[in-house]
């Protein structure tokens, strides 16, 4: 077959493939191009998940009659100078009206600020009509009718309607936390109606909207980030340790304003709590990085999801870096979560009155009752004989009411043989030990709060902080091998890992050059004990090329300390005096991180006096 060049709709139904994936993929470039016009209000409506109807209609500076047939040609934009270098707006590849009226039934619809009248223009799987007048508001209307019609095979791959009217709710959502000023309203048959209401500029602005988006309990769980480094501005909230979800779907990350799913990126939020979470739960964040365009290549792919930075080892440790430093300082500090989940354990369920049985039926006294009734107590008047009537005096007198009294009760102190606790104990984070419960438990008593403790998850916590500052302070002991390890790597491996060596070395992994494609190790670290060299290296070279960092042998270290401080630390069933449970709340209270333990379970719990109260019905 000879070459040919290809139609102007064929090749945009090819572009589509790559820029319109699925309904929510259209939502986000319109919903960009609304953002782009500055647009202060943003409407949009969907029906059958999308495939059937998207309407986005804004306020924004429109576009003029004699430019709407450039708005739908492809590579046509008014956002992009000459310098691809240079890119500050949310859209800039001029692909996607043209993508989308290529596969769906397209109709564009404008009146700039000015305008006596608007103007519309059709396109109908690629085949183009208008433009005309037509009767519009000041902004412009987007609607996409009967999406993929064109491409039949691609709708083969969509999924339920369901599906896809939730991955446009997380476009939307994902967009509006980057533009806090901007309202949007998200409608239609197919979902509840969205309405995320304009929150100002600034940093409040900011984390009004997060709250909007995430929940009114994150901002009460969430620690601020702000940190720069070599021009690299880094923002935004992280939740703290004992707040989680079980997938990363609320992790949101943001680039110059634009939001992004960057493996780098996640791979930074996964290694900064590595040490603080369970394997299969995952931190809340929502981040913000502000650097020079020039330094980020955002046209990496067509759906502008990916980017690249000049300097991925600085964002890295940035992000890293940052969230460990406001974890460090945040102090000891329990997810709000963990109270709603304890009175939730702790309510009683609904009462049940269809007893059967003559007990229930209050028509007799257990046995063991009348064994044990005190002196003076008539049973004969009991309910299971027929009642007669009974004077006040000979009720409530004294000599009757005496045959109940046991003496006077002992206080919840004086009964667990404890003394006074010193007032400044009290005003502590953790309070001040009262008991231990169950041989693993330790209650303690702030001023208006209860707290539980988990001794062994507490003091493992502890004693891993512990041996990771002794790791952090001194080299990694090593032992040297009786033969030297010959690892056969690529030549640019090889060259990375001997870049390195003074690094590993410091942890303790001995590495030199041995000839062209090889390296030679000398020493390994003590803690590992016999392990597999050939593995260790090759998995270094693999992250030093991807991330330029050797955490991989420190990922290994700090397994190994985190399993010695799970053997070497206090023990469940172990029973504790008061000035050791006192020491042990005190350690904790100084020690970063130490509401979770080494495998991501919270240390403690604490119970409001509020809670409490609520309860026992008293709020």
Same mark, same amino acid.
């Given at each position: 077959?000879?070459?040919?060049?290809?139609? #102007?709709?064929?090749?945009?139904?090819?572009?589509?493939?790559?820029?319109?994936?699925?309904?929510?993929?259209?939502?986000? #470039?319109?919903?960009?191009? %609304?953002?782009?016009?500055?647009?202060?209000?943003?409407?949009?409506?969907?029906?059958?998940?999308?495939?059937?109807?998207? !309407?986005?209609?804004?306020?924004?500076?429109?576009?003029?009659?004699?430019?709407?047939?450039?708005?739908?040609?492809?590579?046509?934009?008014?956002?992009?100078?000459?310098?691809?270098?240079?890119?500050?707006?949310?859209?800039?590849?001029?692909?996607?009206?043209?993508?989308?009226?290529?596969?769906?039934?397209?109709?564009?619809?404008?009146?700039?600020?000015?305008?006596? #009248?608007?103007?519309?223009?059709?396109?109908?799987?690629?085949?183009?009509? /208008?433009?005309?007048? =037509?009767?519009?508001?000041?902004?412009?209307?987007?609607?996409?009718?009967?999406?993929?019609?064109?491409?039949?095979?691609?709708?083969?791959?969509?999924?339920?309607?369901?599906?896809?009217?939730?991955?446009?709710?997380?476009?939307?959502?994902?967009?509006?936390?980057?533009?806090?000023?901007?309202?949007?309203?998200?409608?239609?048959?197919?979902?509840?109606?969205?309405?995320?209401?304009?929150?100002?500029?600034?940093?409040?602005?900011?984390?009004?909207?997060?709250?909007?988006?995430?929940?009114?309990?994150?901002?009460?769980?969430?620690?601020?980030?702000?940190?720069?480094?070599?021009?690299?501005?880094?923002?935004?909230?992280?939740?703290?340790?004992?707040?989680?979800?079980?997938?990363?779907?609320?992790?949101?990350?943001?680039?110059?304003?634009?939001?992004?799913?960057?493996?780098?990126?996640?791979?930074?939020?996964?290694?900064?709590?590595?040490?603080?979470?369970?394997?299969?739960?995952?931190?809340?964040?929502?981040?913000?990085?502000?650097?020079?365009?020039?330094?980020?290549?955002?046209?990496?792919?067509?759906?502008?999801?990916?980017?690249?930075?000049?300097?991925?080892?600085?964002?890295?440790?940035?992000?890293?870096?940052?969230?460990?430093?406001?974890?460090? %300082?945040? /102090?000891?500090?329990?997810?709000?979560?963990?109270?709603?989940?304890?009175?939730?354990?702790?309510?009683?369920?609904?009462?049940?009155?269809?007893?059967?049985?003559?007990?229930?039926?209050?028509?007799?006294?257990?046995?063991?009752? !009348? =064994?044990?009734?005190?002196?003076?107590?008539?049973?004969?008047?009991?309910?299971?004989?027929?009642?007669?009537?009974?004077?006040?005096?000979?009720?409530?007198?004294?000599?009757?009411?005496?045959?109940?009294?046991?003496?006077?009760?002992?206080?919840?102190?004086?009964?667990?043989?404890?003394?006074?606790?010193?007032?400044?104990?009290?005003?502590?984070?953790?309070?001040? @030990?009262?008991?231990?419960?169950?041989?693993?438990?330790?209650?303690?008593?702030?001023?208006?709060?209860?707290?539980?403790?988990?001794?062994?998850?507490?003091?493992? !916590?502890?004693?891993?902080?512990?041996?990771?500052? @002794?790791?952090?302070?001194?080299?990694?002991?090593?032992?040297?091998?009786?033969?030297?390890?010959?690892?056969?790597?690529?030549?640019?491996?090889?060259?990375?890992?001997?870049?390195?060596?003074?690094?590993?070395?410091?942890?303790?992994?001995?590495?030199?050059?041995?000839?062209?494609? @090889?390296?030679?190790?000398?020493?390994?670290?003590?803690?590992?004990?016999?392990?597999?060299?050939?593995?260790?290296?090759?998995?270094?070279?693999?992250?030093?090329?991807?991330?330029?960092?050797?955490?991989?042998?420190?990922?290994?270290?700090?397994?190994?300390?985190?399993?010695?401080?799970?053997?070497?630390?206090?023990?469940?069933?172990?029973?504790?005096?008061?000035?050791?449970?006192? =020491?042990?709340?005190?350690?904790? #209270?100084?020690?970063?991180?130490?509401?979770?333990?080494?495998?991501?379970?919270?240390?403690?719990?604490?119970?409001?006096?509020?809670?409490?109260?609520?309860?026992?019905?008293?709020?």
């Amino acid at each position: 077959m000879p070459i040919r060049q290809l139609s #102007e709709t064929v090749i945009n139904q090819i572009a589509a493939g790559e820029v319109i994936e699925r309904p929510a993929s259209v939502v986000k #470039e319109l919903v960009e191009n %609304a953002l782009d016009a500055g647009a202060s209000h943003i409407e949009i409506a969907t029906s059958g998940g999308g495939l059937t109807l998207i !309407r986005v209609t804004d306020d924004g500076s429109g576009i003029p009659e004699n430019e709407l047939p450039l708005a739908i040609g492809r590579h046509c934009t008014s956002k992009l100078s000459d310098d691809i270098h240079d890119i500050r707006s949310l859209g800039f590849r001029g692909e996607a009206l043209p993508s989308i009226g290529s596969v769906g039934r397209l109709t564009l619809r404008s009146r700039p600020p000015g305008a006596s #009248e608007g103007a519309e223009i059709r396109v109908d799987g690629g085949k183009i009509a /208008g433009p005309r007048p =037509a009767a519009a508001n000041r902004g412009t209307l987007v609607e996409v009718r009967d999406l993929f019609f064109a491409t039949p095979a691609r709708l083969k791959f969509m999924k339920g309607e369901r599906a896809e009217a939730s991955a446009i709710s997380d476009v939307v959502k994902r967009i509006a936390i980057a533009f806090p000023a901007v309202r949007f309203t998200l409608s239609g048959p197919d979902r509840t109606t969205l309405d995320l209401p304009a929150t100002g500029d600034g940093a409040n602005g900011q984390k009004a909207r997060i709250a909007q988006v995430l929940g009114f309990d994150f901002p009460e769980n969430a620690l601020s980030i702000e940190a720069m480094r070599e021009g690299v501005s880094l923002t935004g909230q992280v939740s703290i340790p004992s707040y989680t979800r079980a997938n990363a779907l609320q992790q949101y990350a943001y680039v110059n304003g634009r939001p992004v799913r960057d493996k780098l990126i996640a791979g930074a939020i996964r290694g900064a709590f590595a040490d603080v979470l369970p394997r299969d739960r995952h931190a809340v964040t929502a981040l913000f990085l502000a650097l020079d365009p020039a330094t980020v290549d955002v046209n990496v792919h067509p759906a502008k999801a990916d980017v690249r930075f000049r300097d991925p080892g600085l964002i890295r440790g940035l992000i890293i870096g940052s969230i460990r430093e406001v974890l460090a %300082a945040s /102090g000891i500090r329990p997810a709000t979560t963990g109270a709603a989940a304890m009175m939730s354990a702790f309510r009683p369920g609904p009462t049940s009155y269809g007893h059967a049985g003559p007990a229930n039926g209050h028509r007799s006294f257990h046995a063991g009752f !009348r =064994a044990a009734a005190p002196a003076g107590f008539d049973l004969s008047h009991s309910p299971s004989r027929p009642l007669e009537p009974v004077s006040a005096e000979r009720a409530f007198g004294e000599a009757v009411q005496a045959a109940f009294d046991t003496g006077p009760l002992a206080s919840a102190d004086a009964r667990a043989g404890a003394t006074a606790v010193a007032p400044e104990l009290l005003s502590m984070p953790l309070g001040a @030990a009262r008991a231990q419960v169950h041989q693993n438990y330790i209650v303690a008593q702030t001023e208006d709060s209860l707290v539980i403790v988990d001794q062994h998850a507490a003091h493992e !916590r502890l004693v891993y902080e512990a041996l990771k500052q @002794a790791l952090a302070s001194r080299p990694v002991p090593s032992q040297m091998l009786l033969l030297p390890e010959i690892v056969d790597l690529p030549e640019d491996d090889a060259e990375r890992l001997a870049m390195h060596s003074e690094t590993l070395k410091r942890f303790g992994l001995g590495v030199e050059r041995f000839g062209p494609g @090889a390296v030679a190790v000398r020493e390994t670290p003590s803690m590992l004990g016999e392990t597999d060299v050939q593995a260790l290296v090759r998995d270094l070279a693999d992250e030093i090329a991807e991330h330029d960092t050797t955490d991989t042998l420190k990922e290994r270290l700090d397994a190994i300390a985190a399993t010695m401080a799970c053997h070497g630390s206090v023990r469940s069933g172990r029973q504790l005096k008061a000035d050791e449970m006192n =020491a042990l709340l005190r350690q904790m #209270e100084a020690t970063p991180g130490s509401g979770t333990c080494n495998h991501g379970r919270p240390t403690y719990i604490e119970l409001k006096l509020a809670d409490i109260e609520r309860l026992f019905g008293r709020r």
